[in-house]
């Protein structure tokens, strides 16, 4: 065995000392051979004869040195570096091609990086906290009655963390905002309310001071919060004393008692967040913990070393039909889910990332192929190069090996290229994206990683069908040759058409991709929300909970506000509002007075919202039937409500809905029947890609919450506007913010951020797969005419007319593209219905893009067979035919 | 007709030719002490009696095989007639090799040389 390891660092070393040991055999053979002569002299030979003897003898020095050196070093690592100088020194002569090259591959992984990156940083990475495989969420939902998942309330959370056999820890996890004040203009914050078990249960350590201990979950004990460092360094000045001081939330005093690092996130219910408080010092949630029923605590939970999740799932399924059978109003039904942690994050982004990163690699094959095309180009100059190694003594596999290696090296100079057009095109895509995304995407050592593979993986994909076919020849033939002017015969240009074809092929997946985006994209941006958004402006008051607790407070704060808004000169129109469109809905049960009762189990739901009077008209909601809300409507006159048009067809078909009433409530709120005395059109509140659904609203008076909306509509600026809310709730209560202060148009526009981002980046890459598609043709036509040269001069000089040329070439390229097609259609065709899901209004096999895609790469494979053609038609065949 | 010549590999000549190249190239270093090349490939073409009339070049291949492996180890000298020449000797490895080598062969040989004559009887 050591012999075996001296020999390998042997040949290691001598890796180093090449030449210095070539000379010195050389040397060696000489002694030899002097000695040899010698031997022969001493017979009595010739001088002559003696030394031509002596060589015969000795044997060629050329295959002595050559053997000798094989031994000695490591001769498939020289080769292979002996092949990578040569591929660089034959890159630099043909400065053109490699010049394309590079810059086509790294157009192409360049993008493959860029997107992976966002792709890595959001979905594949795992999550940054202990054992993040063991994380999961438990939530709550009734599939049957199309309940989407939700969340428990505190009992439940108690009952599992006591019963539980499968989870080492669990906590509950509930989002908030909060008003901040005491540092400059109050503002919000975004506040996680947690159960004390959250950062141990996530094995995150702070970055100052602590995480939350049991005691700080009591009610009633010392309120405690624990900032992140991003707030530290801003509005607290990255106080070193931090922990320990005081800061106002909702107007209560909280003391510091942990700064976590500013890479720390939860980003199950919002990217990021700025304070946690334990959730029993929540103003709104605190008090709920001792409530029964609701639906509002999201649960988390770590998995017992070797508990899977079917096992979890299994015992919460238990869970589920004990539950069920104590309660059985509530909970018959229910499904008690468990999933991983990490696919409930960031749940809708990662369609449309995959969609992205496939078409990403479809542009990286058009590239590749394109490559390959000018390879299998340059492989025909250098046939006569080929021909004569392959004569020297070159085996197949070496010749291959050989050409393998020069693709591989312009596939790593590609690579390189491509990773520095990725840092660039990371930065305009962390622009673009819509705000929402948690991780922060940086091109760090996965990313890399990727690049690389991917770089090798392409340089096979373009450089193994070349090498393999020039190495493919007859070796008389190509010693013969001139030049390629007469032609290597149809089965190259087979090859190549087909490799063209394949390219249009798959630009048509991409531009389908793309057109389907588009006008999907195009329909959203026209859909009538129906409501208008020219000229509105909005911003958001919230009252802190622990200074105005009681519904009679909110009332009178609506008012007063509503009046003094009014009051200002231009906002004559405004109206409050809670939720806006477009900013959330709140889905509640209804029943109505005097109705047949709903199936057992299911219920009637619409959308609530709790609105001042004028609302309507500052939307522009047509008002249908009946009468807006008044100021007779306050909160000790009997209760009212409008309705939506679809509500009123739905549930009073062919009848008159005023008069009739409707129970229901906003929680804790109890229920009421509520007159109908209104019907408004509908509106799509939710986001525009939803259909509009049924909606009740009641007068804020009647219905008051801690916080509105605030609808201006007016000629002024946004900016004007908001200053004028300012001045007067600073008028009001000076520590109260006012947030989310926008133009109405550009709440709508925020909602279609991300169809935006895929279309805008779907479209980028479609036109860059057009343009490589067209450029494959054009390559592909030009070396045919050019080997057709010949034959076309013999068709002229036979009497062919310029246009029977023409259909000639263009009949080859139509060949080409109808071959592409007939290929790419179907398989666009079903890409297509995965798609769906992010399709608006408009149906996967929609019949004007899977016209309008074919006739535009008709016509640009015509456009772009236009100048070869043209020098086709211009041949003189006298000068065709002179050339043998 | 093919353009392509087989690769040109030592793995040709068989395996078993060049150890037994080896053990003799070792074996005469034994007897001999230091040598050069010449000497060496002409000392084995004395011993077989001109039967082994191997081109002397392959001589080298067996030397550089036992230079890696540390059995032998080589050094510029000066030959008979003061000519510069490259000398050989055995190291200690290379001395345990070959006794180990030389007890290996006599065991397989005296193993065939009884089963040749189990057939020869029959």
């Known amino acids: ?884 | 007709m093919t353009p392509f010549k087989p690769e040109n590999k030592l793995d040709d000549k068989s395996d078993i030719l060049q150890g037994t190249l080896d053990l003799m190239v070792l074996k005469t270093l034994d007897a001999m002490g230091p040598l050069h090349g010449y000497g060496i490939a002409r000392r084995i073409e004395q011993i077989s009696e001109d039967a082994l009339q191997i081109n002397q070049g392959t001589i080298y291949a067996s030397l550089v095989r036992l230079l890696q492996r540390g059995w032998i180890s080589s050094e510029w000298g000066a030959s008979e007639n003061n000519r510069k020449a490259k000398f050989y000797s055995l190291t200690k490895a290379g001395k345990h090799q070959l006794s180990a080598e030389t007890e290996n062969w006599e065991r397989i040989s005296s193993i065939i040389g009884r089963v040749m004559a189990l057939a020869a009887r029959r």
């Open chain 1, 1 to 884: 065995m050591t012999s075996r390891l001296r020999t390998l660092f042997s040949r290691i070393g001598s890796l180093f000392s090449r030449r210095a040991s070539d000379r010195d055999f050389a040397a060696e053979l000489d002694s030899h051979l002097a000695l040899l002569i010698e031997e022969n002299m001493r017979r009595g030979m010739p001088p002559d004869e003696a030394r031509r003897l002596a060589r015969l003898r000795l044997g060629g020095s050329a295959q002595l040195q050559e053997t000798n050196r094989e031994l000695r070093g490591l001769p498939a690592l020289e080769s292979f570096l002996q092949d990578c100088r040569y591929a660089v020194r034959t890159l630099r002569k043909s400065p053109g091609f490699t010049a394309v090259a590079i810059l086509t591959l790294a157009l192409g992984i360049g993008a493959n990086t860029a997107i992976f990156s966002v792709v890595y940083a959001e979905v594949l990475r795992p999550l940054p906290y202990a054992n993040p495989g063991q994380l999961v969420g438990v939530f709550y939902s009734k599939p049957q009655e199309n309940i989407p998942p939700e969340g428990f309330f505190y009992g439940d959370y108690l009952a599992f963390r006591e019963q539980n056999h499968v989870f080492s820890e669990m906590a509950g996890v509930v989002s908030h905002s909060l008003t901040f004040t005491g540092h400059g203009e109050p503002t919000e914050v975004r506040v996680l309310d947690v159960t004390p078990e959250f950062f141990s249960l996530l094995g995150v350590n702070p970055l100052q001071g602590r995480t939350f201990v049991s005691q700080d979950g009591i009610s009633g004990g010392a309120p405690v919060v624990i900032i992140s460092e991003n707030l530290w360094r801003g509005s607290l000045g990255s106080d070193p004393n931090v922990v320990g001081r005081s800061i106002i939330l909702d107007k209560r005093l909280f003391t510091v008692v942990g700064v976590m690092p500013a890479d720390f996130r939860f980003p199950l219910i919002t990217p990021t967040q700025d304070v946690w408080i334990p959730l029993a010092q929540d103003p709104l949630f605190g008090p709920w913990m001792s409530r029964r029923g609701g639906h509002w605590l999201p649960l988390i939970a770590r998995l017992k070393p070797g508990v899977s999740q079917a096992q979890a799932q299994a015992e919460m399924d238990t869970f589920a039909v004990n539950f069920g059978k104590q309660n059985p109003n509530e909970d018959a039904g229910a499904t008690f889910g468990v999933m991983p942690l990490q696919t409930e994050f960031v749940g809708d982004v990662r369609t449309a990332l995959f969609v992205l990163l496939g078409a990403v690699g479809l542009l990286l094959l058009i590239a590749c192929a394109n490559i390959a095309n000018l390879l299998m180009t340059r492989a025909t100059s250098r046939a006569r190069e080929m021909a004569v190694r392959a004569a020297l003594g070159a085996g197949r596999k070496r010749i291959v090996r050989q050409l393998l290696t020069e693709s591989a090296v312009l596939g790593l100079i590609g690579g390189c290229a491509g990773i520095g057009l990725a840092y660039w095109g990371v930065t305009a895509l962390t622009h673009m994206l819509p705000s929402n995304l948690p991780y922060a995407i940086r091109v760090d050592s996965g990313v890399l990683v990727f690049a690389l593979v991917l770089s090798v993986a392409a340089s096979f994909a373009f450089g193994l069908a070349p090498a393999l076919f020039s190495t493919d020849f007859n070796l008389q033939e190509s010693l013969k040759q001139a030049s390629g002017r007469s032609g290597e015969g149809s089965k190259r240009r087979t090859r190549r058409n087909i490799l063209a074809g394949a390219e249009i092929a798959l630009a048509t997946v991409l531009l389908v991709a793309a057109s389907l985006l588009i006008r999907s994209f195009a329909s959203l941006t026209t859909v009538s929300p129906g409501f208008n958004v020219e000229h509105v402006s909005r911003a958001d008051v919230s009252l802190p909970r622990f200074q105005y607790a009681t519904q009679e407070q909110w009332a009178a704060f609506d008012v007063d506000l509503l009046r003094r808004v009014q009051a200002e000169p231009g906002l004559s129109d405004s109206a409050l509002a809670a939720p806006l469109p477009m900013n959330g809905t709140a889905n509640l049960a209804f029943s109505i007075v005097g109705a047949a009762p709903p199936k057992p189990g299911t219920f009637l739901t619409a959308d609530w919202v709790s609105v001042s009077p004028g609302y309507f008209h500052v939307m522009e909601i047509p008002l249908l039937h009946g009468r807006d809300f008044a100021a007779q409507d306050s909160f000790t006159s009997a209760p009212v409500t409008i309705i939506s048009e679809s509500l009123a067809h739905t549930h009073f078909p062919g009848e008159d809905p005023l008069g009739r009433k409707l129970v229901s409530a906003f929680p804790p709120a109890p229920a009421l029947p509520r007159e109908i005395v209104g019907v408004v059109a509908d509106i799509r509140d939710a986001s525009l890609a939803k259909k509009p659904g049924p909606m009740m609203y009641v007068p804020a008076a009647q219905g008051p919450f801690w916080g509105s909306e605030i609808v201006v509509r007016s000629s002024l600026s946004t900016s004007a506007v908001a200053g004028a809310i300012r001045r007067d709730v600073a008028q009001m209560d000076k520590d109260l913010p006012v947030t989310d202060v926008s133009s109405l148009s550009d709440l709508v526009d925020t909602t279609i951020a991300q169809p935006r981002f895929r279309t805008v980046l779907l479209g980028l890459f479609a036109a860059l797969a057009l343009l490589l598609a067209a450029a494959g043709i054009f390559g592909v036509i030009s070396y045919s005419v050019s080997c057709r040269t010949q034959e076309i001069g013999i068709r002229i000089a036979l009497g062919a007319s310029p246009s029977s040329v023409l259909r000639l070439i263009l009949g080859e390229s139509a060949k080409i593209v109808l071959v592409g097609l007939a290929v790419g259609v179907p398989v666009a065709l079903g890409t297509a219905r995965l798609l769906s899901t992010l399709l608006f209004n408009v149906h996967p096999a929609d019949p004007f893009t899977f016209v309008a895609v074919p006739v535009v790469l008709a016509c640009v494979a015509v456009a772009a067979s236009y100048v070869p053609t043209r020098r086709a038609m211009r041949v003189d065949p006298l000068i065709a035919l002179r050339y043998e």
